[in-house]
Protein backbone atom coordinates (compact mmCIF):
# COMPACT_ATOMS: atom_id res chain seq x y z
CA UNK A 1 0.00 0.00 0.00
CA UNK A 2 2.87 2.40 -1.13
CA UNK A 3 0.24 4.90 -2.43
CA UNK A 4 -1.48 4.95 0.77
CA UNK A 5 1.28 5.51 2.91
CA UNK A 6 2.43 8.48 0.55
CA UNK A 7 -1.19 9.97 0.16
CA UNK A 8 -1.06 9.82 4.71
CA UNK A 9 2.62 11.66 4.49
CA UNK A 10 0.81 14.35 2.31
CA UNK A 11 -2.16 14.91 4.08
CA UNK A 12 0.26 14.96 7.52
CA UNK A 13 2.23 18.00 5.79
CA UNK A 14 -1.02 19.74 4.36
CA UNK A 15 -2.61 19.57 7.77
CA UNK A 16 0.77 20.88 9.68
CA UNK A 17 0.38 22.12 13.46
CA UNK A 18 -3.07 23.30 12.50
CA UNK A 19 -4.19 19.81 12.86
CA UNK A 20 -3.75 19.93 16.48
CA UNK A 21 -6.98 21.07 17.15
CA UNK A 22 -8.65 18.57 15.19
CA UNK A 23 -11.87 20.32 15.09
CA UNK A 24 -11.50 23.98 13.96
CA UNK A 25 -14.40 24.48 11.57
CA UNK A 26 -17.53 24.50 13.91
CA UNK A 27 -20.95 26.29 12.67
CA UNK A 28 -22.61 29.43 14.66
CA UNK A 29 -25.60 28.40 15.89
CA UNK A 30 -28.95 31.41 15.91
CA UNK A 31 -31.90 30.05 18.02
CA UNK A 32 -34.89 33.25 17.28
CA UNK A 33 -37.90 31.94 19.63
CA UNK A 34 -40.93 34.27 19.36
CA UNK A 35 -42.55 34.64 23.05
CA UNK A 36 -45.28 37.11 21.57
CA UNK A 37 -46.26 38.89 18.02
CA UNK A 38 -43.07 40.63 17.43
CA UNK A 39 -41.14 39.86 20.11
CA UNK A 40 -38.05 37.25 20.30
CA UNK A 41 -35.80 35.63 22.59
CA UNK A 42 -32.25 35.77 20.91
CA UNK A 43 -29.77 32.90 21.71
CA UNK A 44 -26.52 32.97 19.23
CA UNK A 45 -23.49 30.82 19.75
CA UNK A 46 -20.12 31.46 18.06
CA UNK A 47 -16.96 29.42 17.73
CA UNK A 48 -14.44 30.76 20.02
CA UNK A 49 -10.68 29.67 20.40
CA UNK A 50 -9.82 30.39 24.11
CA UNK A 51 -11.58 33.50 24.82
CA UNK A 52 -11.52 35.01 21.43
CA UNK A 53 -14.25 34.15 19.64
CA UNK A 54 -15.17 34.43 15.51
CA UNK A 55 -16.44 37.87 14.48
CA UNK A 56 -19.57 37.17 13.52
CA UNK A 57 -23.07 38.94 14.25
CA UNK A 58 -26.52 39.05 13.55
CA UNK A 59 -28.27 40.91 11.00
CA UNK A 60 -31.84 41.44 11.84
CA UNK A 61 -34.37 43.40 9.78
CA UNK A 62 -33.66 47.52 9.69
CA UNK A 63 -36.96 47.56 11.72
CA UNK A 64 -35.82 45.08 14.53
CA UNK A 65 -34.70 47.05 17.78
CA UNK A 66 -32.91 45.47 20.48
CA UNK A 67 -34.63 45.85 23.57
CA UNK A 68 -32.09 44.20 25.82
CA UNK A 69 -28.31 44.78 26.03
CA UNK A 70 -26.58 40.76 24.91
CA UNK A 71 -25.88 39.00 28.02
CA UNK A 72 -22.47 36.72 26.66
CA UNK A 73 -21.05 34.14 28.42
CA UNK A 74 -17.68 31.61 27.48
CA UNK A 75 -19.32 28.12 27.53
CA UNK A 76 -16.34 25.51 26.16
CA UNK A 77 -14.99 26.24 22.87
CA UNK A 78 -18.63 28.70 22.30
CA UNK A 79 -19.38 32.32 23.49
CA UNK A 80 -22.70 32.33 24.20
CA UNK A 81 -25.03 35.50 24.04
CA UNK A 82 -28.40 36.49 25.10
CA UNK A 83 -31.00 39.20 24.33
CA UNK A 84 -34.51 40.26 23.35
CA UNK A 85 -35.35 41.71 19.84
CA UNK A 86 -38.84 43.31 18.58
CA UNK A 87 -39.27 43.29 15.15
CA UNK A 88 -42.82 45.05 14.48
CA UNK A 89 -44.60 42.76 12.10
CA UNK A 90 -42.44 39.43 12.82
CA UNK A 91 -39.96 38.17 11.19
CA UNK A 92 -41.60 35.37 8.69
CA UNK A 93 -40.84 36.08 5.10
CA UNK A 94 -38.02 38.50 5.86
CA UNK A 95 -34.48 38.25 5.40
CA UNK A 96 -31.79 38.07 8.63
CA UNK A 97 -28.03 37.24 8.14
CA UNK A 98 -24.46 36.96 9.73
CA UNK A 99 -22.13 39.59 9.24
CA UNK A 100 -18.71 38.28 8.14
CA UNK A 101 -19.89 34.88 7.87
CA UNK A 102 -18.51 35.48 4.17
CA UNK A 103 -14.79 35.80 5.40
CA UNK A 104 -14.68 32.40 6.93
CA UNK A 105 -15.20 28.82 6.39
CA UNK A 106 -17.59 28.14 8.63
CA UNK A 107 -21.47 28.02 8.42
CA UNK A 108 -24.62 29.26 10.65
CA UNK A 109 -27.45 27.45 11.57
CA UNK A 110 -30.52 29.56 12.30
CA UNK A 111 -33.86 28.35 14.35
CA UNK A 112 -36.79 29.83 14.30
CA UNK A 113 -39.84 28.88 16.78
CA UNK A 114 -43.15 30.97 16.05
CA UNK A 115 -45.61 31.32 18.32
CA UNK A 116 -47.75 29.65 16.61
CA UNK A 117 -46.78 27.19 13.40
CA UNK A 118 -43.86 24.62 13.35
CA UNK A 119 -39.92 25.61 13.47
CA UNK A 120 -38.19 26.64 11.02
CA UNK A 121 -34.20 25.30 9.84
CA UNK A 122 -32.18 27.51 7.86
CA UNK A 123 -28.29 27.11 7.37
CA UNK A 124 -26.48 29.75 6.03
CA UNK A 125 -23.15 29.61 4.36
CA UNK A 126 -20.01 31.93 3.36
CA UNK A 127 -21.57 31.80 -0.03
CA UNK A 128 -24.88 32.95 1.36
CA UNK A 129 -24.93 34.75 4.07
CA UNK A 130 -28.26 35.76 4.28
CA UNK A 131 -32.01 33.79 4.10
CA UNK A 132 -35.67 34.26 4.15
CA UNK A 133 -37.58 33.05 6.90
CA UNK A 134 -40.19 30.43 5.44
CA UNK A 135 -43.98 30.91 6.30
CA UNK A 136 -43.58 26.89 5.35
CA UNK A 137 -41.00 24.48 4.91
CA UNK A 138 -40.51 21.00 3.67
CA UNK A 139 -38.99 18.34 5.82
CA UNK A 140 -36.37 18.04 2.98
CA UNK A 141 -35.17 20.96 3.76
CA UNK A 142 -33.92 20.03 7.31
CA UNK A 143 -32.84 16.99 6.24
CA UNK A 144 -30.60 18.72 3.31
CA UNK A 145 -29.53 20.95 6.18
CA UNK A 146 -27.98 18.52 8.17
CA UNK A 147 -26.88 16.03 5.74
CA UNK A 148 -24.45 18.62 4.54
CA UNK A 149 -23.74 19.12 8.15
CA UNK A 150 -22.83 15.37 8.59
CA UNK A 151 -20.40 15.46 5.15
CA UNK A 152 -18.69 18.74 6.61
CA UNK A 153 -18.07 17.53 9.97
CA UNK A 154 -16.15 14.46 8.98
CA UNK A 155 -14.54 15.67 6.28
CA UNK A 156 -13.02 18.50 8.40
CA UNK A 157 -12.56 15.82 11.26
CA UNK A 158 -9.02 15.34 10.87
CA UNK A 159 -8.76 12.95 13.82
CA UNK A 160 -11.68 10.41 12.76
CA UNK A 161 -10.14 10.77 9.06
CA UNK A 162 -6.75 9.59 10.06
CA UNK A 163 -8.05 6.77 12.26
CA UNK A 164 -10.09 5.54 9.10
CA UNK A 165 -7.11 6.41 6.73
CA UNK A 166 -4.70 3.87 9.37
CA UNK A 167 -7.07 1.23 9.56
CA UNK A 168 -7.50 1.59 5.70
CA UNK A 169 -3.64 0.52 5.48
CA UNK A 170 -4.18 -1.77 8.28
CA UNK A 171 -6.56 -4.03 6.81
CA UNK A 172 -5.53 -4.10 3.08
CA UNK A 173 -8.36 -6.10 1.16
CA UNK A 174 -11.68 -5.04 0.13
CA UNK A 175 -13.45 -7.93 2.08
CA UNK A 176 -12.22 -7.19 5.36
CA UNK A 177 -12.11 -3.69 4.73
CA UNK A 178 -16.17 -3.37 3.90
CA UNK A 179 -16.71 -5.60 6.96
CA UNK A 180 -14.25 -2.72 9.60
CA UNK A 181 -16.27 -0.40 7.54
CA UNK A 182 -19.94 -1.28 8.28
CA UNK A 183 -19.24 -2.26 12.21
CA UNK A 184 -17.29 1.08 12.45
CA UNK A 185 -20.70 2.65 10.85
CA UNK A 186 -23.14 0.64 13.17
CA UNK A 187 -21.08 1.26 16.28
CA UNK A 188 -21.34 5.28 15.95
CA UNK A 189 -24.59 5.15 14.84
CA UNK A 190 -25.62 3.44 18.11
CA UNK A 191 -23.26 5.60 20.13
CA UNK A 192 -24.63 8.43 18.46
CA UNK A 193 -28.29 8.08 18.61
CA UNK A 194 -27.72 7.37 22.69
CA UNK A 195 -26.03 9.89 23.33
CA UNK A 196 -28.78 12.38 21.16
CA UNK A 197 -31.98 10.81 23.08
CA UNK A 198 -30.18 11.58 26.64
CA UNK A 199 -30.00 7.17 26.78
CA UNK A 200 -25.80 7.59 27.53
CA UNK A 201 -23.65 10.38 28.07
CA UNK A 202 -19.80 10.44 28.70
CA UNK A 203 -17.86 13.88 29.43
CA UNK A 204 -16.38 15.29 25.89
CA UNK A 205 -12.93 15.68 26.83
CA UNK A 206 -11.99 12.32 27.84
CA UNK A 207 -13.92 11.19 25.14
CA UNK A 208 -11.80 13.47 22.51
CA UNK A 209 -8.48 12.35 24.30
CA UNK A 210 -9.27 8.41 23.90
CA UNK A 211 -10.20 9.16 20.37
CA UNK A 212 -6.73 10.20 20.09
CA UNK A 213 -5.34 7.10 21.33
CA UNK A 214 -7.30 5.14 19.51
CA UNK A 215 -5.38 6.74 16.39
CA UNK A 216 -1.89 6.09 17.66
CA UNK A 217 -3.19 2.54 18.36
CA UNK A 218 -4.01 1.32 15.44
CA UNK A 219 -1.03 3.34 14.02
CA UNK A 220 1.36 0.95 16.17
CA UNK A 221 -0.71 -2.31 14.77
CA UNK A 222 0.36 -1.05 11.16
CA UNK A 223 3.88 -0.98 12.14
CA UNK A 224 3.62 -4.01 13.74
CA UNK A 225 2.21 -5.65 10.53
CA UNK A 226 5.24 -4.34 8.80
CA UNK A 227 7.43 -6.21 11.08
CA UNK A 228 5.49 -9.49 10.38
CA UNK A 229 3.53 -9.45 13.47
CA UNK A 230 -0.23 -9.67 13.02
CA UNK A 231 -1.50 -7.64 15.96
CA UNK A 232 -5.43 -7.62 17.56
CA UNK A 233 -6.25 -5.19 15.06
CA UNK A 234 -5.29 -6.89 11.78
CA UNK A 235 -6.59 -10.22 13.07
CA UNK A 236 -10.18 -9.27 13.87
CA UNK A 237 -10.80 -5.48 12.40
CA UNK A 238 -14.37 -5.85 12.95
CA UNK A 239 -13.63 -6.32 16.77
CA UNK A 240 -11.92 -2.90 16.81
CA UNK A 241 -13.62 -1.09 14.31
CA UNK A 242 -16.56 -1.64 16.44
CA UNK A 243 -15.33 -0.82 19.72
CA UNK A 244 -13.14 2.21 18.57
CA UNK A 245 -16.66 3.29 16.60
CA UNK A 246 -18.81 2.95 19.72
CA UNK A 247 -16.07 5.58 20.71
CA UNK A 248 -15.95 8.01 17.92
CA UNK A 249 -20.08 7.93 17.82
CA UNK A 250 -19.48 9.90 21.52
CA UNK A 251 -17.54 12.33 19.46
CA UNK A 252 -19.71 12.65 16.38
CA UNK A 253 -22.69 13.41 19.32
CA UNK A 254 -20.23 15.87 20.62
CA UNK A 255 -20.15 17.89 17.47
CA UNK A 256 -23.77 17.57 17.20
CA UNK A 257 -24.63 19.24 20.46
CA UNK A 258 -22.71 21.70 19.22
CA UNK A 259 -24.24 22.33 16.63
CA UNK A 260 -27.75 22.24 17.92
CA UNK A 261 -30.73 19.96 17.29
CA UNK A 262 -34.47 21.05 16.39
CA UNK A 263 -36.42 19.97 19.33
CA UNK A 264 -39.85 18.51 16.92
CA UNK A 265 -37.34 17.29 14.12
CA UNK A 266 -34.36 15.23 16.55
CA UNK A 267 -34.92 12.03 14.66
CA UNK A 268 -35.14 13.91 11.42
CA UNK A 269 -31.92 15.48 11.78
CA UNK A 270 -30.34 13.37 13.38
CA UNK A 271 -30.70 10.43 10.78
CA UNK A 272 -29.66 12.48 7.85
CA UNK A 273 -26.58 14.19 10.20
CA UNK A 274 -25.32 10.36 10.47
CA UNK A 275 -26.15 9.69 6.88
CA UNK A 276 -24.07 12.79 5.80
CA UNK A 277 -21.31 11.21 7.80
CA UNK A 278 -21.38 8.16 6.08
CA UNK A 279 -21.47 9.97 3.12
CA UNK A 280 -18.44 11.85 3.91
CA UNK A 281 -16.69 8.78 5.19
CA UNK A 282 -17.62 7.05 1.96
CA UNK A 283 -15.98 9.49 -0.52
CA UNK A 284 -13.37 9.78 1.82
CA UNK A 285 -12.48 6.12 1.26
CA UNK A 286 -13.33 6.22 -2.23
CA UNK A 287 -11.10 9.02 -2.92
CA UNK A 288 -7.94 7.12 -1.54
CA UNK A 289 -8.87 4.12 -3.13
CA UNK A 290 -8.64 5.83 -6.80
CA UNK A 291 -5.40 7.57 -5.72
CA UNK A 292 -3.59 3.54 -4.57
CA UNK A 293 -5.13 2.87 -7.97
CA UNK A 294 -3.78 5.39 -9.88
CA UNK A 295 -0.38 5.10 -8.09
CA UNK A 296 0.05 1.51 -8.61
CA UNK A 297 -0.93 2.42 -12.32
CA UNK A 298 1.97 5.01 -13.08
CA UNK A 299 3.44 5.28 -10.09
CA UNK A 300 7.33 4.26 -9.14
CA UNK A 301 8.88 2.75 -6.66
CA UNK A 302 9.94 4.43 -3.13
CA UNK A 303 12.23 3.72 -0.05
CA UNK A 304 11.41 2.20 2.35
CA UNK A 305 11.62 5.17 4.79
CA UNK A 306 9.48 7.54 2.70
CA UNK A 307 6.92 4.44 3.39
CA UNK A 308 7.68 3.97 6.84
CA UNK A 309 7.21 7.91 7.53
CA UNK A 310 3.44 8.51 7.10
CA UNK A 311 2.49 5.90 9.93
CA UNK A 312 5.25 8.14 12.54
CA UNK A 313 3.79 11.83 11.49
CA UNK A 314 0.47 9.84 12.08
CA UNK A 315 1.03 8.43 15.22
CA UNK A 316 2.95 11.51 16.41
CA UNK A 317 -0.10 13.86 16.11
CA UNK A 318 -2.08 11.65 17.91
CA UNK A 319 -0.05 11.39 20.77
CA UNK A 320 0.14 15.02 20.73
CA UNK A 321 -3.58 15.19 20.78
CA UNK A 322 -3.52 12.79 23.29
CA UNK A 323 -1.11 14.64 25.88
CA UNK A 324 -2.81 18.21 24.95
CA UNK A 325 -6.34 16.77 25.36
CA UNK A 326 -5.43 15.13 28.50
CA UNK A 327 -3.63 18.25 29.92
CA UNK A 328 -6.73 20.16 29.63
CA UNK A 329 -8.85 17.92 31.52
CA UNK A 330 -6.92 18.87 34.56
CA UNK A 331 -6.38 22.32 33.48
CA UNK A 332 -2.57 22.17 32.64
Not at 248 to 253: C, I, L, N, V
Not at 293 to 315: S, T
Request: hydrophobic letters at 50%.
Amino acid sequence: MRALALLMMLAASLFGTGAAQAHEVRPAYLEIREIEAGEYDILWKTPAIGAMRLDLDVMFPEACVTVTEPNTLLVGGSVLARWRESCPGGLTGKTIGVANLDATLTDALVRFEPVTGKPKTLRLTPEAPQGVIPERQPWTEVAVSYFTLGVEHILSGIDHLLFVLTLLMLVGDLRRLTGAITTFTIAHSLTLAGTTFGWVRLPSAPVEATIALSIAFVAAEVLRARDGRAGLTQRWPWLASFSFGLLHGFGFAGALREIGLPEEDTPLALLFFNVGVEAGQLMFIAAVLVLVGLWRRFGREVPKWVEAAPVYIIGAFACFWFIDRTAGIFGI
